[in-house]
């Protein structure tokens, strides 16, 4: 049991690197995959863009705190 934890736990901690990377690289991507796919013909605003890289960048801090070791 205690081996699966911790392939849980790595997975979570591979994927949460992965949503990091993929909103800081690309927002506009990200922003569609949170809110985008509902509204046909929408666009993000620059302000929702920049809070998407901000928290990517967040995300991949957390995600590369606990891959080190936090």
Same mark, same amino acid.
């Given at each position: 049991?205690?081996?699966?934890?911790?392939?849980?736990f790595?997975?979570?901690?591979?994927?949460? +690197?992965?949503?990091?990377? +993929?909103?800081?690289?690309?927002?506009?991507?990200?922003?569609?995959?949170?809110?985008?796919?509902?509204?046909?013909?929408?666009?993000?605003?620059?302000?929702?863009?920049?809070?998407?890289?901000?928290?990517?960048?967040?995300?991949?801090?957390?995600? +590369?705190?606990?891959?080190?070791g936090?």
């Amino acid at each position: 049991m205690f081996k699966t934890v911790n392939t849980f736990f790595a997975i979570w901690k591979i994927l949460a +690197l992965g949503v990091g990377i +993929l909103f800081a690289a690309y927002p506009k991507a990200g922003w569609y995959l949170e809110t985008g796919w509902k509204f046909k013909g929408a666009e993000p605003s620059k302000l929702v863009l920049i809070v998407n890289r901000v928290m990517g960048v967040i995300f991949i801090a957390i995600a +590369l705190a606990f891959i080190i070791g936090f």
